[in-house]
């Protein structure tokens, strides 16, 4: 329940907010001026809405704004997968900072990280960016309204976040008590090494994987404060959960506007190798550096 706690006093006033800056349309104000940006990856400038709305909200959000747009399946791919990359900024922010990582450190990757997955699909997908103009359809609605709606939205999602947080940890608490964590483990080894992951990151990254940062945080908390994982391999993993996470449920929300769920998956999977091996390289080179400076 403390973990539980420390999520939903993150989640309600970020969700607040979130709904505020949308009402009074300031999502779409600073669309307007990100909006030149994505024509360079084979995007309609009203993806910058889409992408706004992802970092401050989550992939449900995501998939009902592009069900509006109704794009061509190329560019919703490409945007698609941008927003698996970067949602929920500000909540997942805080996971990966309390379990090891910067927050400044993981904003900038996470964003990086989108850009570069839509330049290279842009890239590799065969056709080109469409000549149709889109338009978001915003339903003006009575302030009271939208509260009421968000008051139902947010209890949903605090019922779902006490549930789940506390269903994993007895789950954790059951393989740990039984010494089945290193059932787990073992046969993920080899995959973990290819990905460049310490072996004790590997609960995490399944959890992280099959339900996301958000919900999974619970686990990856825990095995941080008892000391199960060090912050150091920790923040490898965050190198690697920041960019490739949630891979089952987010994807198979996107197979309702009718994606091709390969591409929503395999390009976040090569990204979140390429940057966990890089922070590897980093940490290295920074160690030799400190090894070869001769004290005064």
Same mark, same amino acid.
């Given at each position: %329940?403390?973990?539980a706690?420390w999520?939903?006093?993150?989640?309600?006033?970020?969700?607040?907010g979130? %709904? !505020?800056?949308?009402?009074?349309?300031?999502?779409?104000? %600073?669309a307007?001026?990100?909006?030149?940006?994505?024509r360079?990856?084979? !995007?309609?400038?009203?993806?910058?809405?889409?992408?706004?709305?992802?970092?401050?909200?989550?992939?449900?959000?995501?998939?009902?704004?592009?069900?509006?747009?109704?794009?061509p399946? @190329?560019?919703?791919?490409?945007?698609?997968?941008?927003?698996?990359?970067?949602?929920?900024?500000?909540?997942?922010?805080?996971?990966?900072?309390?379990t090891?990582?910067?927050a400044?450190r993981?904003?900038?990757?996470?964003?990086?990280?989108?850009f570069?997955?839509?330049?290279?699909? #842009?890239?590799?997908?065969? &056709?080109?960016?469409?000549?149709?103009?889109?338009?978001v359809?915003?339903?003006?609605?009575?302030?009271?309204?939208?509260?009421?709606?968000?008051?139902?939205?947010?209890?949903?999602?605090?019922?779902?976040?006490?549930?789940?947080?506390?269903? !994993?940890?007895?789950?954790?608490?059951?393989?740990?008590?039984?010494?089945?964590i &290193?059932?787990?483990?073992?046969?993920?080894?080899?995959?973990?090494?290819?990905?460049?992951?310490?072996?004790?990151?590997?609960?995490?990254?399944?959890?992280? #994987?099959?339900i996301?940062?958000?919900?999974?945080?619970?686990?990856?908390?825990?095995?941080?404060?008892?000391?199960?994982?060090?912050?150091?391999?920790?923040d490898?993993?965050?190198?690697?959960?920041?960019?490739?996470?949630?891979?089952?449920e987010?994807?198979?929300?996107?197979?309702?506007?009718?994606?091709?769920?390969?591409?929503?998956i395999?390009?976040?999977i090569?990204?979140?190798?390429?940057?966990?091996? !890089? @922070?590897?390289?980093e940490?290295r080179?920074k160690a030799?550096?400190?090894?070869?400076?001769?004290?005064?």
């Open positions: %329940m403390k973990t706690w999520l939903i006093k993150i989640t309600i006033p970020v969700s607040f979130v %709904m !505020l800056l949308d009402y009074f349309g300031v999502l779409s104000l %600073m307007q001026y990100t909006g030149p940006v994505f360079h990856l084979g !995007l309609p400038g009203v993806s910058a809405i889409v992408l706004i709305t992802s970092i401050f909200t989550n992939i449900y959000s995501v998939v009902a704004v592009l069900s509006l747009l109704q794009l399946m @190329r560019e919703g791919i490409i945007l698609g997968t941008m927003c698996l990359v970067s949602h929920g900024f500000i909540i997942e922010t805080a996971v990966m900072q309390r090891g990582s910067s400044v993981m904003l900038l990757l996470r964003l990086a990280g989108s570069v997955i839509a330049w290279l699909l #842009n890239g590799i997908m065969p &056709g080109s960016m469409s000549t149709a103009i889109h338009t359809i915003k339903e003006q609605s009575d302030f009271s309204l939208v509260v009421v709606h968000w008051l139902g939205s947010i209890s949903k999602t605090t019922l779902k976040i006490v549930i789940l947080v506390n269903i !994993l940890l007895v789950f954790q608490a059951i393989l740990d008590e039984f010494g089945l &290193g059932a787990i483990e073992k046969p993920l080894s080899p995959f973990m090494k290819i990905m460049g992951l310490p072996r004790s990151t590997t609960l995490s990254w399944v959890v992280a #994987n099959l996301g940062l958000a919900y999974g945080s619970a686990i990856m908390i825990d095995e941080s404060e008892k000391g199960r994982m060090s912050r150091a391999d920790a490898l993993l965050n190198h690697h959960v920041s960019l490739s996470h949630s891979q089952l987010d994807p198979l929300l996107f197979l309702t506007l009718g994606y091709a769920i390969h591409w929503l395999w390009p976040r090569i990204i979140a190798i390429a940057a966990v091996w !890089l @922070r590897r390289a940490i080179i030799i550096y400190r090894s070869k400076r001769v004290p005064v």
